[in-house]
């Protein structure tokens, strides 16, 4: 006869998952109806921090219209040089004027020469000069000449100021070229470049999640050799991400170039834990029983899910917007993955578990191999140890001495706008200007001062009265090539305003300056942010496994992984970018996840580590290590196949760091356990 009470408890029980499984199946159909109204946004000027920005809002100049964005159009023909070029190139400078919104056209036809500043391709055109030597005396006499024509005369720059709705329609009304046009006309610059990623955005928001997803899958029916327990495995952390995206649609927060990362990283996290739970759920001391086997692991899952999202939080200190939301987008997706897991995942695991283990032949393999690996590593303690500390030396050598800097075109598709900055990089032509703001008292030196900007003579004074009457200032473009980087930009900055000192108090102002300031001042922001998260989960570690022994261990285990991704950055950029930076900091949190299961596996024995201890943790979690590892691994590989050159880099470094990580967990953090018997 079965107790009353028993009865009522399980009706509560049957009712309470009931509503459960109500409240999900509501929420992740609202958030199915939300995802339509998810956006896109590449907005570049995003990177800069509040404080950056302020202090553009408070920079003095008069010239204010020629410091609006700046589009920039490269023109092309191979008979630019001809009079029928020339021609049609000069209706486009007319329509390009006659747009609403638009302030300022500066071309070819509008450089001055450098003694007498007057405009020289409309002096040598009114003198007699064939096209073709018209447009060859303007590239060697004006200022700029070189940087606004090509060598071969049949590629020309346009800089375009004004209101940015203008300049956006710019891009969308001159891409693509048309093969029967006399001229090829093709947006580059800031607008075209953000143009250029929120469309390849839109493009892998559709394609590489969804894509990634099946990578994983086809791994774990692999591994477990069974379709419908991949399907179970995954379909909790799938609700995780519906829940996230949905989450950004309610909050009208736009996927950008930084947290586009973001699923990828929830949907390969949660995999790992749904991995381990199975794995959990058929061990003996579970008999089974999803519930048990969640309690059991939870601490550990809390944890990973902990570190993950207080690595994706420590961005918010750098200050800008950017990364502030992308803090936010971690955050959020690796609080809403644990929810899914938590409350879907004994429910999925239900019935697949013990069969899965029993029928998981290439993974135990797989394992079984790979297990005796690391018991032949063992016997080379000295030379893990060893080999674990040079890869740590390379890594902070790099750390100390690789520079940072960052290129215009790093985050760049391939098509029409990068095909534009190839050409004009060849070329040697302008990318974006600058512009000094000079004092427009003749007494303070402006004639010298122009003299130096322009490479030559003082100018007729009229004719620069003219141009600066009823203003304070001048206002003069300083053209920045396309090859240059945001150290050349600063560096051309300062030695400008170096030749200028003994003139004019100059200032120098515009968008790739203010670009290349911001973002390498973020960068070393974010590398002091980077030690700082690196140092606060090492201590983590010491204080739940009550050892400092272990946070020494966690701390040298997981800084391997992260300083040979610097190292990566030496020999294949020369330098430290924002995506790298990133990456970094993102993986600080991932890589620790097998260090967490490694050392639960161990801490559950309730004593000293020893040889047998930590062989038997190994035993224990070293199959479901190794089996999210390799999910992880190729469900990063899928950010190979985005257009945009920023999240290759950000997948290929997460996945180096990934197999790093693997290899200093499953051979270095033995070794160096059972040296001191570090957990209690």
Same mark, same amino acid.
């Given at each position: 006869m079965v107790p009353q009470g028993s009865g009522a408890r399980r009706d509560a029980t049957f009712r309470r998952r009931m509503i459960r499984t109500a409240v999900v199946i509501l929420v992740t159909l609202t958030c199915l109806g939300l995802l339509p109204f998810l956006q896109s946004e590449s907005d570049l000027s995003s990177a800069l921090s509040e404080r950056d920005a302020s202090q553009i809002a408070a920079a003095k100049f008069e010239g204010a219209s020629l410091l609006d964005r700046t589009a920039v159009l490269l023109v092309r023909s191979e008979n630019l040089a001809s009079a029928s070029g020339l021609n049609a190139f000069s209706d486009l400078l007319f329509e390009l004027q006659l747009l609403e919104g638009i302030t300022h056209v500066s071309s070819v036809f509008s450089l001055p020469d450098a003694e007498n500043g007057q405009l020289v391709l409309e002096q040598a055109l009114s003198e007699g000069y064939a096209p073709r030597a018209a447009l060859q005396h303007t590239r060697d006499a004006a200022s700029y000449g070189a940087d606004f024509l090509s060598r071969d005369l049949t590629a020309s720059m346009?800089?375009? $100021?004004?209101? %940015?709705? %203008? +300049?956006? $329609?710019?891009?969308?009304?001159? /891409?693509?070229?048309?093969?029967d046009t006399t001229l090829c006309v093709t947006p580059m610059g #800031?607008? /075209?470049?953000?143009?250029?990623?929120?469309?390849?955005?839109?493009?892998?928001n559709l394609l590489l999640t969804p894509v990634s997803a099946i990578v994983c899958l086809a791994i774990v029916a692999v591994w477990f050799g069974s379709l419908r327990i991949a399907l179970h495995v995954i379909a909790p952390v799938l609700v995780g991400v519906i829940w996230y995206f949905g989450l950004l649609a309610l909050l009208d927060i736009p996927i950008d170039v930084f947290n586009a990362v973001v699923p990828t990283v929830i949907l390969t996290i949660g995999l790992a834990d749904m991995l381990h739970l199975m794995n959990a759920v058929g061990k003996n001391h579970t008999n089974g029983d999803p519930q048990l086997a969640l309690r059991r692991i939870l601490p550990a899952i809390t944890l990973t899910t902990a570190t993950t999202a207080f690595a994706f939080a420590s961005l918010a200190l750098e200050g800008s917007e950017a990364l502030q939301r992308l803090a936010f987008c971690g955050v959020a997706g690796t609080s809403l993955l644990w929810v899914a897991i938590v409350t879907i995942g004994p429910f999925a695991c239900r019935g697949v578990a013990s069969a899965s283990m029993d029928n998981a032949t290439f993974g135990k393999k797989v394992s079984s191999k790979l297990f005796r690996t690391v018991l032949l590593g063992l016997r080379s303690r000295r030379s893990i140890i060893a080999t674990g500390a040079a890869v740590s030396l390379i890594g902070i050598f790099s750390l100390s001495w690789v520079p940072v800097d960052f290129e215009f075109t790093e985050n760049l598709p391939d098509g029409p706008v990068a095909e534009a900055f190839e050409t004009a990089e060849r070329e040697g032509l302008a990318m974006a200007p600058l512009f000094v703001s000079l004092p427009s008292d003749p007494r303070d030196g402006l004639p010298a001062a122009i003299a130096v900007l322009n490479g030559g003579e003082a100018p007729d004074m009229s004719r620069v009265s003219d141009a600066i009457a009823g203003r304070d200032t001048l206002v003069l473009p300083l053209p920045v090539t396309a090859?240059?980087?945001? $150290?050349?930009?600063?560096?051309?900055?300062?030695?400008?305003?170096?030749?200028?000192?003994?003139?004019s108090d100059a200032i120098i102002d515009g968008f790739p300056m203010r670009v290349s300031e911001a973002a390498i001042e973020i960068v070393e922001r974010l590398q002091i942010i980077f030690f700082l998260a690196i140092a606060v989960l090492a201590t983590v570690f010491g204080v739940i496994f009550r050892s400092a022994w272990v946070t020494v261990c966690a701390l040298f285990v997981n800084l391997l992984p992260l300083l040979a991704m610097q190292a990566a950055m030496v020999f294949s950029m020369g330098w430290i970018n924002m995506a790298s930076v990133v990456a970094m900091i993102v993986a600080s949190g991932i890589v620790v996840d097998d260090t967490v299961h490694l050392l639960w596996a161990i801490r559950r024995r309730k004593i000293r580590a020893t040889t047998h201890t930590v062989l038997e943790g190994l035993r224990d979690a070293g199959e479901p290590v190794s089996l999210t590892?390799? /999910?992880?691994?190729?469900?990063? $590989?899928?950010? +190979?196949? %985005?257009?945009?050159?920023?999240?290759?880099?950000?997948?290929?470094?997460?996945? +180096?760091?990934?197999?790093?990580?693997?290899?200093?967990?499953?051979?270095? +953090? #033995?070794?160096?356990?059972?040296g001191r018997g570090g957990i209690k």
């Amino acid at each position: 006869m079965v107790p009353q009470g028993s009865g009522a408890r399980r009706d509560a029980t049957f009712r309470r998952r009931m509503i459960r499984t109500a409240v999900v199946i509501l929420v992740t159909l609202t958030c199915l109806g939300l995802l339509p109204f998810l956006q896109s946004e590449s907005d570049l000027s995003s990177a800069l921090s509040e404080r950056d920005a302020s202090q553009i809002a408070a920079a003095k100049f008069e010239g204010a219209s020629l410091l609006d964005r700046t589009a920039v159009l490269l023109v092309r023909s191979e008979n630019l040089a001809s009079a029928s070029g020339l021609n049609a190139f000069s209706d486009l400078l007319f329509e390009l004027q006659l747009l609403e919104g638009i302030t300022h056209v500066s071309s070819v036809f509008s450089l001055p020469d450098a003694e007498n500043g007057q405009l020289v391709l409309e002096q040598a055109l009114s003198e007699g000069y064939a096209p073709r030597a018209a447009l060859q005396h303007t590239r060697d006499a004006a200022s700029y000449g070189a940087d606004f024509l090509s060598r071969d005369l049949t590629a020309s720059m346009v800089f375009v $100021s004004g209101e %940015s709705n %203008s +300049l956006a $329609s710019l891009a969308r009304t001159f /891409a693509p070229c048309e093969k029967d046009t006399t001229l090829c006309v093709t947006p580059m610059g #800031p607008i /075209a470049i953000e143009q250029a990623v929120e469309d390849r955005l839109q493009f892998d928001n559709l394609l590489l999640t969804p894509v990634s997803a099946i990578v994983c899958l086809a791994i774990v029916a692999v591994w477990f050799g069974s379709l419908r327990i991949a399907l179970h495995v995954i379909a909790p952390v799938l609700v995780g991400v519906i829940w996230y995206f949905g989450l950004l649609a309610l909050l009208d927060i736009p996927i950008d170039v930084f947290n586009a990362v973001v699923p990828t990283v929830i949907l390969t996290i949660g995999l790992a834990d749904m991995l381990h739970l199975m794995n959990a759920v058929g061990k003996n001391h579970t008999n089974g029983d999803p519930q048990l086997a969640l309690r059991r692991i939870l601490p550990a899952i809390t944890l990973t899910t902990a570190t993950t999202a207080f690595a994706f939080a420590s961005l918010a200190l750098e200050g800008s917007e950017a990364l502030q939301r992308l803090a936010f987008c971690g955050v959020a997706g690796t609080s809403l993955l644990w929810v899914a897991i938590v409350t879907i995942g004994p429910f999925a695991c239900r019935g697949v578990a013990s069969a899965s283990m029993d029928n998981a032949t290439f993974g135990k393999k797989v394992s079984s191999k790979l297990f005796r690996t690391v018991l032949l590593g063992l016997r080379s303690r000295r030379s893990i140890i060893a080999t674990g500390a040079a890869v740590s030396l390379i890594g902070i050598f790099s750390l100390s001495w690789v520079p940072v800097d960052f290129e215009f075109t790093e985050n760049l598709p391939d098509g029409p706008v990068a095909e534009a900055f190839e050409t004009a990089e060849r070329e040697g032509l302008a990318m974006a200007p600058l512009f000094v703001s000079l004092p427009s008292d003749p007494r303070d030196g402006l004639p010298a001062a122009i003299a130096v900007l322009n490479g030559g003579e003082a100018p007729d004074m009229s004719r620069v009265s003219d141009a600066i009457a009823g203003r304070d200032t001048l206002v003069l473009p300083l053209p920045v090539t396309a090859g240059m980087r945001a $150290s050349d930009i600063l560096n051309l900055a300062d030695n400008t305003l170096a030749r200028l000192a003994d003139h004019s108090d100059a200032i120098i102002d515009g968008f790739p300056m203010r670009v290349s300031e911001a973002a390498i001042e973020i960068v070393e922001r974010l590398q002091i942010i980077f030690f700082l998260a690196i140092a606060v989960l090492a201590t983590v570690f010491g204080v739940i496994f009550r050892s400092a022994w272990v946070t020494v261990c966690a701390l040298f285990v997981n800084l391997l992984p992260l300083l040979a991704m610097q190292a990566a950055m030496v020999f294949s950029m020369g330098w430290i970018n924002m995506a790298s930076v990133v990456a970094m900091i993102v993986a600080s949190g991932i890589v620790v996840d097998d260090t967490v299961h490694l050392l639960w596996a161990i801490r559950r024995r309730k004593i000293r580590a020893t040889t047998h201890t930590v062989l038997e943790g190994l035993r224990d979690a070293g199959e479901p290590v190794s089996l999210t590892t390799l /999910a992880l691994i190729c469900g990063f $590989s899928i950010s +190979l196949a %985005s257009g945009l050159p920023g999240l290759q880099l950000f997948g290929a470094l997460v996945m +180096l760091s990934l197999g790093l990580a693997w290899l200093a967990d499953m051979y270095l +953090l #033995p070794v160096v356990l059972i040296g001191r018997g570090g957990i209690k």
